[in-house]
């Protein structure tokens, strides 16, 4: 076996707590967003995205970083989506080469309707319990991460 920088036991605590929340969380909001709103929990932060742009637009590729997603993964959900009437896609007439996805007035009232449900399970599942100064370092926390994983190429890890 490689040597390598094991965890510590405080380290295995946390990275083993982390991955319950990993395993956990994105099935439950999942199961909430199907059940209430007859969607996705990834679904919801598109139409979620769009609503919070201006004109409720944006261009695939500004949306596929605000969900966190590869814009293969965005383009089959965005395809879903537009055969719902939630979404329309067109160029941007600005760029050819650029494509917008735009939230239709029937996709932001499905929007509006399914956000307190969401609202309510993200309150349950990851805030009920956590102290203000515990919310703070969650953000702290999950930056840090987010930003190690923007620069990380996992083709090319330490390893």
């Known amino acids: 076996m ?3 920088p094991w965890l ?6 946390a990275w083993l707590a982390l991955v319950g929340v990993l395993l956990r969380l994105g099935p439950a909001l999942d199961s909430q967003a199907q059940r209430d709103a007859g969607m996705t929990h ?41 055969l719902r ?13 650029v494509t917008e996805c735009t939230l239709t007035p029937s996709g932001y009232d499905v929007l509006v309707d ?5 609202v309510r399970a993200v309150r349950q ?15 702290a926390i999950a930056s840090t991460m987010r930003s ?10 330490d390893g």
């Open 8 to 13: 510590d036991d405080d380290e295995m605590d």
């Open 114 to 118: 399914a956000a307190p449900g969401h």
């Open 148 to 157: 190690n994983l923007d620069e990380s190429d996992l083709g090319t890890l």
């Open 85 to 97: 009437g939630w979404i329309v896609r067109r160029p941007s007439p600005t760029s050819r080469r």
């Open 2 to 4: 490689a040597d390598a």
């Open 125 to 139: 599942l990851v805030f009920d319990g956590l102290t203000p100064e515990q919310v703070r370092q969650l953000t």
């Open 42 to 82: 990834f679904d919801y932060q598109v139409l979620a995205m769009l609503s919070e742009a201006p004109e409720r637009t944006l261009a695939m590729s500004e949306l596929a970083h605000r969900v966190n997603a590869s814009l293969s993964r965005l383009s089959h959900v965005v395809k879903k989506l537009e």
